[in-house]
């Protein structure tokens, strides 16, 4: 093998790393873009677990003020807006559930169009009066924490479960999680 030879051979081998390393840096670089894609895709809509539990929380702090141990959040674009703890028996008012009470308060202090994609945690699968309203004011996700079958076992339930009210809607477009810190719910009941 003579020199010019030898060099040949590196130039090869110069040129077959080279299309090795694009043909690298080319997967590389479609993996990232497709987890970057992913990342935004799945973050934007989807709120995460974390989230969920974080605003659960303050809802369980209010039901723990409440006349009954309910309480609601209302958060829109990531931030709690206005809450709600059962008030039935301070206010002497039947209707002032967690949920109702946080809704009345959000619409004192903004404009009712405000409501809609919302977001409504509470502590307790809303009633049917309280479903009803969500669907009126058009919340675009509910989370709840115990269901009305769970409640039921501490206390009266109309028997109709959130979802079946939300399928009877058909201008309603609203997600429903349920299950979040039910046992933290579900405890503060005697
Ligand atoms: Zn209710």
């Not at 003020?65 to 039947?94: E, M, S, W």
């Amino acid at each position: 093998m003579n020199k010019s030879e030898i060099e040949g051979q590196k130039t090869i081998s110069q040129s077959r790393r080279d299309a090795m390393a694009r043909f690298l840096a080319a997967i590389l670089t479609g993996v990232y873009l497709s987890f970057k894609w992913q990342t935004k895709a799945s973050s934007t809509p989807m709120i995460s677990l974390t989230d969920d539990e974080t605003f659960m929380r303050m809802a369980l702090a209010e039901a723990r003020q409440g006349d009954l141990p309910f309480g609601t959040v209302i958060v829109q674009d990531g931030r709690p807006h206005a809450t709600g703890r059962n008030l039935c028996k301070t206010d002497q008012d039947p209707t002032a559930h967690g949920e109702m009470v946080a809704i009345r308060r959000f619409v004192a202090t903004h404009p009712a169009e405000a409501l809609k994609g919302a977001t409504l945690y509470t502590t307790g699968e809303p009633c049917p009066m309280c479903m009803g309203a969500i669907l009126w004011c058009g919340f675009g996700r509910l989370v709840f924490a115990a269901s009305i079958g769970e409640l039921a076992t501490k206390l009266g339930q109309i028997d109709i479960r959130s979802r079946t009210i939300a399928e009877a809607a058909p201008f309603a477009r609203i997600s429903i999680t349920g299950g979040v810190l039910a046992a933290e719910a579900l405890a503060l009941f005697p």
